[in-house]
């Protein structure tokens, strides 16, 4: 390559000086200024805009930019002027009509003015920062015609009156308002605002708040509700048709506080048709209306939830507090289930299944079932009265949402621990008597149980279904044994661990010889195949068939109680027996047999003995003789022993005591399981703790606490801090 310098090229101006005409401008400016005066004429169609464009082109190109641009000024304004004055020489609703008509010429001279002066918009306007010519020929019209002193106020008022009137019932021409709103919004959003939204809505404000008044002083609220609804939806539907989009919440919300948040507690109170008779009455439709439009302003939602939390405990305190509800249990807790299953529905069906009410419902019937100590009682004696015979032939769905619904109520109780104790001794009943409905439903409710609760729950009454089981295969055991028992009287026993059972006082009595010995034989085979076991019989749990035959011949089989049974074996031996000859002769504890001669001697139908002297009471000088007139329709009697089916004052306070004892142990520790993580912890957080981690199975008393901590320290577990009396140590 050559080392040759390079050359530098420069391009020179040109030197030849162009000479314009000193009267350019203003002629090229008269044709342009023509132009425009003939397209405002409707005259466009003999004009060349290809001429119009090269001479505004070239006047921009001249430096005559801003003439152009003034001139442009001045003639839109004149033209805008004339057009002012024809807009207001227009009568009436014609206003509007003459407004549209000038708005659409206006923006068509204006795309054509834009064309011509395209350039001058490109070039000139963006370098001297001037507003471009379609933003201009709205602020002109903005200007000289909305801003009108004679306009302004006028247009104003006509847009409010069409407002109003529709409001009112008239059909307004909706295009015409869309085309002027529309007009309104493109000269800018604060014109829009400043000259129809505020007004609007301090004028829509006045409207509803006069409305509101009215119709609240001549409504029931069911009523006033649909009105409100029904102007909410009215005024959605006005912005969806010619309004701004954005005034939708805007307007909603002046709606909203006149018509619901000023009014609201006056709606929810209003008397026979408020809120508690919507709920009284099952008002689904109004109730889920009032949930709607309440749930729009600020602590709507709030204030239905409290009425409603407030109706529903009153109402709930009054149903468990209610003597005649508590005669009968099993209507008691069927009353409790309706009335979940009525607030259940209305919170899915007209509150939206709204997470806030269901809690609402859920601490409200936590609160009132355990205002009656009596509820786990009641809820176990429903259970029992279901597995007995209230679920026969029905489906296994069905008998789940049964169980489902029982196991609802179960999570409000507190004292857990004391439906356990009422459960197990009616499961044991239902087991012994073999009166269960369903052996699946017995465990598919335990199986619920135990999800609940743990297994520590339910591993006594899993062991209930075991012993029946193993009781089975010991019978089988038993008979296989001993061939030569098959002709004599049958034998059949349920072998409990005493652990799993609840307990019951083994009181002995004296059966009749023949069974006497068949027990001991039995006794004899039990131990002989289990080693380190004892056996006591439980007479007062059993139950047996016997054969009878009556003063005519006539015979039948009658299912009695073990005590019964041995009653009634001794008139084989005698006609004629007193009270206490069969007392002695039979040694069962006097209430069981007092209740056991009542039930076969005054019971109409079921009437085995007659008694001497006739009275619905036994007393201790009373003569028993078998009652030869003894008919029934059936061959089978079952002759059941009178009893209450609910506990008896002492024997309430028994259970009572019994739950108390159990939970002792069940709270120490708690106590030692907490200390030994926390090593050191003061007394408050110690209950706090405590009442914790036992809620699952009952509410732990702050005193009882205090007595199992007192006990604790005493046997060594913990000690006081020799500073701060409130502060326990672990010890290890």
């Known amino acids: 390559m050559s080392n040759q310098k390079k050359r530098n090229f420069q391009i020179d101006a040109f030197k030849h000086r162009v000479v314009v005409d000193p009267k350019y401008a203003d002629k090229t400016w008269k044709i342009l200024e023509h132009a ?111 801003h009108s002193s004679k306009i302004q106020t006028r247009l104003q008022n006509t847009l409010l009156e069409l407002v109003h009137r529709e409001r009112t019932g008239e059909v307004i021409d909706r295009g015409l308002m869309r085309n002027i709103v529309k007009m309104l919004m493109d000269l800018g959003s604060s014109v829009y605002q400043e000259d129809f939204e505020k007004p609007f809505l301090e004028v829509s404000a006045e409207f509803y708040s006069g409305e509101s008044q009215k119709f609240i002083e001549c409504c029931d609220c069911g009523d006033y509700l649909k009105k409100a609804e029904k102007r909410l939806n009215e005024e959605i539907e006005r912005v969806t048709h010619y309004l701004d989009s954005k005034s939708e919440v805007r307007i909603n919300n002046v709606v909203e506080k006149e018509m619901i948040a000023n009014h609201m507690l006056r709606l929810v109170h209003m008397e026979n048709s408020g809120l508690v008779n919507m709920l009284l009455d099952d008002k689904f439709d109004d109730l889920g209306r009032m949930y709607n439009l309440f749930r729009r302003v600020p602590d709507g939602l709030s204030t239905i939830r409290e009425v409603m939390t407030s109706h529903l405990r009153e109402t709930g305190r009054q149903l468990v507090t209610d003597p005649e509800r508590l005669k009968d249990p099993v209507e008691f807790v069927q009353c409790l289930l309706d009335e979940k299953y009525k607030y259940d529905s209305i919170i899915s069906n007209a509150f939206n299944n709204d997470k806030t009410f269901q809690n609402a419902l859920n601490s409200s019937f936590e609160y009132f079932i355990n205002l009656n100590t009596r509820s786990p009682e009641f809820i176990s004696l429903f259970v029992d009265d279901k597995l007995r015979k209230g679920l026969k032939g029905v489906s296994e769905e069905d008998v789940e949402i049964i169980l489902d619904k029982v196991m609802m109520l179960f999570r409000y109780l507190q004292e857990k621990d004391v439906f356990e104790k009422y459960y197990k001794q009616h499961l044991a009943k239902r087991l012994l008597s073999g009166k269960t409905v369903s052996d699946d439903a017995e465990r598919s409710l335990i199986v619920k149980l135990k999800t609940e609760c743990g297994y520590q729950f339910t591993s006594k009454l899993e062991g209930m279904f075991t012993d029946m089981k ?94 019964q049974m041995c009653v009634l074996m001794l008139f084989n031996n005698a006609d004629r027996l007193g009270y206490k000859e069969i007392e002695q002769a039979t040694e069962i504890p006097t209430a069981d047999l007092k209740r056991c001669l009542q039930s076969m001697a005054c019971v109409k139908g079921k009437n085995v003995l007659r008694k001497e002297p006739m009275s619905k009471d036994i007393g201790e000088d009373d003569a028993f003789f078998v009652n030869d007139k003894f008919t029934s329709k059936f061959y089978k009697v079952k002759i059941g022993t009178v009893v209450a089916q609910k506990e008896s004052e002492p024997e309430k306070q028994e259970t009572r005591q019994r739950v108390e004892e159990d939970r002792k142990p069940q709270i120490e520790a708690a106590v030692v399981r907490i200390m030994k993580s926390r090593r050191v912890l003061d007394h408050n957080n110690i209950i706090t703790e405590v009442t914790k981690q036992l809620q699952s199975r009952f509410l732990a008393n702050p005193t009882e606490i205090k007595k199992r901590i007192e006990s604790l320290i005493e046997r060594d577990f913990l000690e006081r801090d020799s500073v701060d009396r409130k502060l326990y140590r672990y010890l290890a």
């Open 470 to 563: 193993t009781s089975q295969d010991t019978m089988q055991g038993f008979y296989a044994s001993h061939p030569e028992l098959g002709d004599g009287p049958t034998l059949v026993v349920q072998v409990l661990t005493t652990g799993s059972w609840p307990t019951q006082p083994g009181v002995p009595c004296n059966l009749p010889a023949e069974m006497s010995a068949l027990c001991e034989k039995f006794r004899s085979y039990y131990l002989g195949t289990h080693t380190g076991r004892r056996l006591s019989w439980q007479t007062n749990m059993g139950t047996a068939d016997i054969k009878a035959t009556f003063g005519k011949g006539q015979k039948h089989e009658l299912n009695v109680s073990t005590y």
């Open 36 to 146: 425009i005066h003939e397209i405002y004429n409707h005259n466009a169609s003999g004009l060349s805009f290809e001429e119009l464009y090269r001479n505004a082109y070239n006047m921009v190109l001249h430096k005559f930019g801003e003439k152009l641009y003034n001139g442009l000024v001045v003639t839109m304004t004149s033209h805008l002027k004339e057009i002012s004055k024809s807009i207001e020489a227009a009568q009436g609703d014609s206003l509007l009509e003459e407004l549209n008509r000038k708005w659409n010429d206006h923006n068509k001279a204006l795309q054509m003015i834009r064309d011509i002066l395209m350039y001058m918009d490109r070039t000139y306007i963006p370098s001297v920062h001037k507003t471009p010519v379609h933003e201009l020929g709205l602020n002109l019209w903005r200007d000289n015609i909305i």
